[in-house]
């Protein structure tokens, strides 16, 4: 199977410039994370201020969904990508320059809107790259680009932090983004056709049409309800997982090392082990996955030591990455080009709320019930998840968001991530 895929990139140059701009902007955005909150903090060493800074990559996906979601449908794909992608390399170009913390939560938001326009984009342009039948390899490469990119970005921005302060990290963040724009400008233009069509079946769609997309039955409202689900339990568990290393194995920050490397590990296995989901079972597998979150990280929180804690956390981690990538598969199966990319930016928006509540109560259950007990709660609300509506995969079309203002299929991948 990893041939195949390797076969796949080989003869689309197309789907490897998007999956190497995967792995870029991704590194990219995850030292970014670092780097930023490291920057406010020397300056103002304000917990306040940190948050705010934290918060310019929460806010922006819940606005581009509320408020310019039908605009990703209506300007070419590769034109927004390479564009997402000039604005946050201008960001980081002039960040170094920032006179305040003020500035810098400012530039940050910028480059938090960039991101929010960037990720959906990518997902919903896949389609118009590869068969139906090559869809699954080509969401595997994407999203274990991805996962990649989680990994190595944190580990590098702490090197150069650490050596060289944040000025460098910025400059080589903003030559990251520039790298990963010339990728994407390798992408095709849409053919005079296909936007023809495009522009017919788009009709005079409006931000409320999304929220729509949440309220009516169906696979839409079913696959963003599981994603909301498991984005409330990860959150959870990641405001947890310091405290269960620390006071429940008294592992110290040897032993928080090992649980995340547990499930970003699973995050990476998994991924590419996405591969094999066939798209007649993406239902199917997406429960799974769901099922594996659930079963690992309860079972952490049970766990007579950090070791074997890290080993279910490894399992979550692969259930949660098949999770992301049978719903990524679900939505673009769901939805035609014209629809597809504000689909996916609804799902950003839910997942970015559920991420945001899930921040806050997580903290209220450790001090309530432990990490354990913490852990053991998020387990059981991604539990609920997996015992929701079935799902049944619909062809592009039949229920496209805008048509006749009516709802579409749409998610994006936020689960459990570490």
């Given at each position: ?265 699973g995050l990476v296995v998994g991924s590419m082990l996405a591969a094999r989901i066939e798209v007649a079972t993406a239902g199917r597998t997406c429960r799974l996955g769901l099922l594996a979150i659930t079963l690992g990280f309860g079972a952490a929180a049970l766990a007579p030591s950090v070791g074997v804690a890290a080993a279910c956390a490894f399992v979550g981690g692969v259930g949660n990455a098949v999770f992301l990538a049978s719903a990524t598969l679900l939505v673009q199966q769901s939805t035609d080009e014209a629809n597809r990319g504000h689909a996916f930016a609804v799902f950003d928006a839910a997942g970015s709320i559920a991420v945001g509540i899930g921040m806050v109560a997580g903290g209220v259950l450790v001090a309530s019930l432990g990490a354990r007990g ?45």
């Amino acid at each position: 199977m990893r041939n195949g895929s390797i076969r796949l990139l080989h003869r689309n140059p197309a789907l490897r410039a998007l999956v190497a701009s995967r792995l870029v902007s991704s590194a990219g955005t995850w030292l970014a994370y670092v780097a930023l909150a490291v920057d406010v903090f020397e300056r103002t060493r304000s917990s306040a201020w940190v948050s705010a800074v934290l918060l310019a990559d929460f806010v922006p996906s819940v606005a581009v969904a509320s408020l310019a979601g039908p605009w990703l449908d209506r300007i070419p794909r590769r034109t927004l990508l390479v564009g997402s992608e000039l604005a946050a390399g201008l960001v980081f170009a002039a960040l170094p320059f920032a006179p305040s913390a003020a500035a810098v939560v400012g530039l940050a938001l910028v480059a938090g809107i960039a991101s929010a326009v960037y990720y959906p984009t990518a997902r919903a342009a896949m389609p118009e790259l590869v068969t139906e039948d090559e869809l699954p390899q080509a969401n595997s490469l994407s999203q274990t680009a991805a996962t990649a990119g989680l990994a190595a970005g944190p580990v590098l921005a702490g090197l150069l932090v650490a050596r060289s302060g944040v000025a460098l990290a910025y400059e080589l963040n903003a030559v990251s983004f520039a790298v990963s724009a010339a990728l994407l400008a390798r992408l095709p233009a849409p053919s005079r056709a296909a936007e023809a069509r495009a522009r017919a079946r788009r009709g005079r769609r409006t931000p409320l049409d999304g929220i729509r997309l949440f309220l009516r039955p169906g696979t839409a409202r079913t696959v963003i309800s599981m994603a909301f689900l498991a984005g409330l339990g990860g959150a959870v568990i990641n405001v947890g997982e310091i405290f269960l290393a620390r006071e429940a194995f008294h592992s110290g920050t040897v032993g928080f090392g090992l649980l995340a490397s547990g499930s970003g590990t699973g995050l990476v296995v998994g991924s590419m082990l996405a591969a094999r989901i066939e798209v007649a079972t993406a239902g199917r597998t997406c429960r799974l996955g769901l099922l594996a979150i659930t079963l690992g990280f309860g079972a952490a929180a049970l766990a007579p030591s950090v070791g074997v804690a890290a080993a279910c956390a490894f399992v979550g981690g692969v259930g949660n990455a098949v999770f992301l990538a049978s719903a990524t598969l679900l939505v673009q199966q769901s939805t035609d080009e014209a629809n597809r990319g504000h689909a996916f930016a609804v799902f950003d928006a839910a997942g970015s709320i559920a991420v945001g509540i899930g921040m806050v109560a997580g903290g209220v259950l450790v001090a309530s019930l432990g990490a354990r007990g913490a852990w053991l709660t998020a387990a059981a609300v991604v539990a609920v998840a997996a015992a929701g509506p079935g799902l049944r995969r619909r062809r592009a079309g039949t229920a496209a968001l805008g048509h006749a203002r009516g709802a579409a299929e749409g998610l994006h991948g936020v689960g459990v991530a570490s």
